[in-house]
């Protein structure tokens, strides 16, 4: 226990998060079972040890951290390691990637039943279904997702500001007067691009190459998280890989479920599911028509963010590719995208028509009363033209 308690001081104290997620003040945290769900490189581990480094002095033992790749949990379980620390007046126990433990949920819920003074806390793949597919958890597990940086939060981070949230609402009826409260002390339009090429996972901090580190990220999430969670046999994950990229390459479209099935060499239904899973591992976007969802076809497949787009096709990326991947990825978090097949709009929440367009090729067009138009290379709007980078604001 005392190697833990050391490990879990030198973290805390070395932890540096010099932009505070805006999920910490979502969380509930009087909840005594807490799930962090997020896709790798957004910053979990960080996350959790910036928790204890805001709520517990750090040298308080009634908090600790520990991560499922110590060897040590091979042998011992987790509820039996929890019983331990709680005796011990442990009251917080923060898991880092639970899943790599054998009957986790098991183990969860016996924690849960066996100390009610003890408050876990725990960190998993995006993959992971946490209510769906452990019903041992259902009703006790608060979960949570935390996302990559939104555009406000790698703009406070260059210009150290503290820029705040805005929701939707307050975007579509007021945008002209909160790009006034912004544009005297930064210029959006500078770092904006920056942002799609490489701000959206926080290891772009990181002094080494962002490209390389991306595509080893992704590597990871197919070959550990997809592979591991969703229990597929390795010899499976060649086909996964080359359906990704095929998706990748193709760009935005309706899937041709049929040839892709014939490219990779499988079903038309294990394809769906394929890109289910890559959909849930957080590397493609599937958009429906509204009040559709999977099993069916999408009306499109995309990938979830822009970043992506340049790790993987960096010489052919299409500028308005990338500007409607950034506007799927910063409203996903809290709003429903959608799009018919026949449609040149995207559909919100059921409702809200919205086009994304080049300012400048916009000014030409004759704007419709019923659609917004979120619009790139510009940093102002009016009226139902807004500037694109600020939706990059709604989280």
């Not at 917080?92 to 408050?119: A, M, T």
């Not at 820029?163 to 210029?187: N, W």
């Not at 309706?254 to 890559?278: F, G, H, W």
């Not at 500007?323 to 809290?334: A, C, G, H, R």
Request: proline fraction near 4%.
């Amino acid at each position: 226990m005392e190697a833990f308690f050391r490990t879990h001081r030198y973290l805390v104290e070395h932890t540096n998060a010099p932009v505070r997620r805006t999920l910490m003040d979502e969380i509930d945290w009087n909840q005594r079972m807490i799930g962090i769900k997020g896709t790798r490189g957004v910053g979990k581990t960080t996350f959790l040890l910036q928790y204890a480094k805001e709520k517990f002095d750090i040298d308080d033992r009634q908090c600790l951290y520990i991560n499922m790749n110590n060897f040590y949990f091979q042998e011992r379980g987790i509820a039996d390691f929890a019983g331990d620390f709680y005796h011990h007046g442990g009251r917080v126990l923060l898991i880092d990637q639970v899943f790599k433990q054998d009957n986790w949920s098991h183990e969860l819920r016996k924690c849960y039943d066996l100390y009610p003074g003890l408050k876990i806390v725990f960190t998993g793949s995006s993959v992971m279904r946490l209510k769906d597919e452990n019903p041992e958890l259902g009703g006790i597990v608060d979960a949570y997702n935390l996302r990559g940086f939104s555009f406000r939060e790698f703009l406070n981070l260059l210009t150290g500001n503290n820029f705040r949230p805005y929701t939707l609402d307050e975007i579509l009826h007021d945008h002209e007067h909160i790009v006034k409260q912004i544009l005297p002390k930064a210029s959006p339009r500078r770092h904006f691009q920056d942002y799609i090429h490489h701000g959206f996972y926080p290891f772009f901090q990181e002094h080494r190459n962002y490209s390389e580190n991306l595509l080893k990220t992704m590597n990871m999430m197919t070959e550990v998280d997809i592979l591991l969670i969703k229990q597929i046999e390795v010899n499976f994950l060649p086909k996964i890989k080359k359906l990704f990229y095929q998706l990748a390459e193709q760009g935005p479209k309706a899937p041709n479920v049929s040839q892709l099935a014939s490219d990779i060499e499988t079903s038309r239904a294990t394809v769906m599911n394929y890109i289910k899973y890559l959909t849930d591992a957080r590397l493609l976007n599937m958009i429906y028509p509204p009040g559709e969802a999977f099993p069916k076809k999408p009306t499109k497949v995309m990938l979830h963010n822009s970043n992506l787009l340049y790790a993987i096709y960096p010489l052919h990326v299409e500028k308005q590719t990338a500007m409607e991947t950034f506007f799927v990825n910063s409203l996903w978090k809290d709003h429903i995208v959608s799009q018919s097949s026949r449609d040149n709009f995207f559909t919100v929440d059921g409702s809200l028509k919205f086009r994304v367009c080049d300012a400048n090729a916009h000014d030409k067009q004759r704007a419709a009363s019923d659609v917004i138009y979120a619009r790139y290379n510009t940093e102002i709007g009016k009226g139902n033209q807004l500037p694109l980078w600020l939706l990059g604001f709604l989280y």
